[in-house]
């Protein structure tokens, strides 16, 4: 009942796409980051190379994130998440995962 009096569904598709365009276009033409997927708040970064390191540094900078299959960034915030938590998320991801590709 909450997800559909809350309208959490419609909610996940556009902050989904809002993060999704962002993190696509800081990384575009980015040597190292093989693609980036996902469906709503559900989203895939895929690097080159293992980057389970990664959990630490974001956890490090108040972010909460997983790797799945060695090399793929997994986000999965929650169905209420806002457009200024989501614009939070995404100043504070893409400068770690940047670092971590320059070494």
């Known amino acids: ?3 559909e009096k ?10 989904g796409q809002l993060i999704h365009d962002e ?7 980015v040597k ?6 996902g469906m709503g708040l ?9 980057c389970g390191e990664l959990v630490a540094r974001a956890l490090e900078n108040g972010l909460l994130i997983n790797v799945t299959a060695e090399k793929v960034i997994r986000l999965l915030p ?7 938590d989501a614009e939070e998320l995404v100043s504070r ?11």
């Not at 190292?32 to 997927?37: A, E, F, K, L, P």
């Not at 559900?42 to 293992?50: A, F, H, Q, V």
Request: no cysteine.
């Open 32 to 37: 190292g980051v093989v693609g980036i997927r």
């Open 78 to 84: 929650p169905l209420n998440l806002d457009q200024e």
């Open 6 to 15: 809350e309208n959490l569904l419609e909610n996940a598709k556009k902050i």
């Open 23 to 29: 993190i696509k276009s800081a990384f575009a033409g």
């Open 42 to 50: 559900m989203i895939g970064i895929e690097l080159d190379k293992p």
């Open 93 to 103: 991801l893409i400068p770690i995962i940047r670092d971590f590709l320059g070494e």
């Open 1 to 3: 009942d909450v997800v």
